[in-house]
């Protein structure tokens, strides 16, 4: 089988989603587009059962916090294409205080952790997903912590205090 | 004699029970618990609990400069740690469009395989010793002690190493190293061809180990498997020969698949990636022997810092080594995925640069995470005993599934 270049495969995507997607770019060869949460499911589901395409993997799913955008959380696919060694990369943006998109459970089993994670220190929540619970941090936990107004070590802690060093 | 109660409610007989198995439990070889309902011995359903090492190495990373995230990346699958320092070391080089010279390379491709072999050295003896075989075990892992010791000889370090920096390695290798290398590929082969005899054609093993946790190629890939775990079921999909890094396209070795997933196929896979493991370094020593001996990084004085004495002594050197160590040193905006064949799977690195010294956000594609999520649903209706061997052959490392 040939392989597909990132043009032709930008051009298979735009045939059937035109307006629905932009292009990021191709950082070091890594197709980068973006679209919207209203069809992902749909594109990556295109994307799967394509019978030339077909990225039946699915390497990653994570998210990144950009506090000062409009839409502050994205949250960022990777698919693998094994069958034409082809990846892509897929973001998602979410607006502020609103961080729902549906998941991607039903495409791919493997998603489900993936998404827990990205629930558990970005708190963006999966809509359908079948158990969106923490899973790395402790359950009573309040905030998410991978956000970048959260800081590395704890303000509340108390062990660290001067008076207990005499000073 | 003693009169047996008689059960009303709750029949033990009947119900099921509820077992706790772990978080700490001799059986598990490492921290995972597993809430697990029992219909005598068999197993109705299993919830998995993780997170019980987790130290928020992907925030932590946010916070320090590229060269000493290397260390965080030891500690996620620490069985093998050379290959997550060299995949990292990739990641940035790629960032940074550092071109490595072909001995660093090949360098780098004798401290991955064998780390691919004390991985899978452990793997498979501790596979052995569930199914009540210690003999394996033992015998082979001695042989992880001589690859430890191959490591002290190039980084000073078993465990943890922290082998190579950005650009190559931190010194070359000496003549010990080497010896201690060639030693091991002649020593360790009668071992190995041993251990397969011990177990491949053994009743007990293949019994018990035969048809358990079989996995069909549809299911791995729908749960995003990568490594020996989807080789066994079917997939030749390696990182190395579809994406080589580090000049992998240079050398000649086979994928080994399997054929119906469970858990044999995955212990004959690990076996067999070990003798190309070994095929791959002996390759390597050949190629070794026609570049320059006293090449062990890349010409990149912006991210590689200099000898210790030419600081001292060099005004170009001190500059460098107080850009480097101030992160006054522009890098690229930008953001990048790059992955290696870890001993477990695809083990990935998503980078995303904002220009500074350190990444804006650093994601790793762990794959004892993504493997282990289908242990629970896969637990379903099997015997617990062979619930555990089937975690054994997973070879899920804590470390890594919990980042």
Not at chain 2, 155 to 164: M, Q, Y
Request: proline letters at 6%; aromatic letters at 12%.
């Amino acid at each position: 089988m040939g392989k597909i270049t990132n043009e032709e495969l930008l051009k298979k995507i735009s045939d059937k989603f035109d307006q629905q997607i932009t292009v990021v770019g191709e950082p070091y060869g890594l197709l980068t587009i973006e679209t919207g949460r209203e069809q992902i499911i749909e594109l990556l589901e295109f994307l799967k059962n394509d019978t030339v395409l077909q990225f039946i993997f699915l390497t990653d799913i994570t998210a990144i916090h950009y506090p000062e955008q409009e839409k502050p959380i994205g949250v960022i696919y990777h698919l693998h294409s094994l069958v034409n060694n082809l990846r892509i990369r897929i973001k998602v943006f979410l607006p502020a205080e609103d961080y729902h998109i549906p998941t991607a459970t039903t495409v791919w089993h493997g998603a489900n952790w993936m998404e827990r994670e990205t629930y558990d220190f970005f708190g963006v929540i999966f809509d359908g997903h079948p158990d969106l619970r923490r899973i790395l941090n402790v359950d009573d936990m309040t905030v998410f912590p991978m956000r970048r107004e959260y800081p590395l070590e704890d303000p509340n802690r108390v062990d660290k205090k001067d008076y207990f060093f005499g000073r | 004699m003693q009169n047996h109660p008689v059960y009303t409610d709750n029949d033990p007989q009947t119900a099921p029970s509820t077992l706790n198995l772990g978080p700490t439990h001799p059986a598990t070889h490492g921290v995972f618990q597993n809430v697990l309902q029992l219909d005598g011995e068999r197993i109705i359903s299993g919830v998995s609990t993780i997170g019980y090492i987790h130290r928020a190495f992907e925030k932590i990373a946010e916070h320090r400069p590229f060269y000493q995230i290397t260390p965080l990346t030891d500690r996620l699958n620490y069985c093998s740690s050379p290959i997550n320092n060299m995949g990292w070391h990739m990641t940035v080089e790629k960032l940074l469009g550092i071109e490595t010279p072909k001995r660093v390379d090949y360098l780098r491709v004798i401290v991955m395989e064998l780390a691919r072999i004390s991985d899978h050295i452990i793997c498979n003896g501790v596979l052995g010793v569930d199914t009540g075989a210690f003999t394996g075990f033992l015998y082979m892992m001695e042989y992880r002690e001589a690859i430890y010791e191959i490591y002290e000889e190039v980084c000073g370090s078993r465990l943890t190493t922290n082998i190579g920096r950005i650009g190559g390695f931190e010194r070359n290798f000496n003549a010990i190293a080497f010896n201690k290398l060639r030693k091991f590929l002649k020593d360790f082969p009668p071992v190995l061809r041993e251990f397969q005899a011990l177990f491949n054609r053994n009743r007990i093993f293949v019994d018990r180990t035969k048809g358990v946790a079989a996995v069909t190629p549809e299911e791995a890939l729908s749960y995003s498997w990568s490594g020996p775990l989807l080789r066994a079921a079917g997939v030749d999909y390696d990182v190395r020969a579809m994406n080589p890094y580090s000049s992998y396209e240079d050398f000649d070795f086979e994928v080994p698949v399997g054929e119906n997933g469970d858990v044999y196929a995955r212990f004959l896979v690990r076996n067999e990636e070990m003798w190309q493991s070994m095929r791959i370094i002996e390759q390597a020593l050949t190629k070794l022997e026609k570049e320059p001996t006293d090449i062990f990084h890349a010409d990149v004085p912006e991210f590689y810092l200099p000898p210790k004495e030419e600081v001292y002594n060099n005004m170009e050197a001190l500059i460098y080594h107080f850009k480097i160590v101030m992160g006054e040193i522009d890098t690229p905006t930008s953001e990048v995925y790059h992955s290696v064949e870890g001993a477990n799977g695809e083990l990935g690195f998503y980078l995303v640069n904002d220009g500074g010294r350190s990444p804006y956000r650093l994601h790793f594609r762990r794959p004892s995470f993504i493997n282990y999520q289908m242990y629970a649903p896969m637990s379903r209706g099997m015997l617990l005993s062979d619930a555990i061997i089937n975690m054994s052959s997973l070879n899920v490392i804590a470390g890594e599934l919990d980042a």
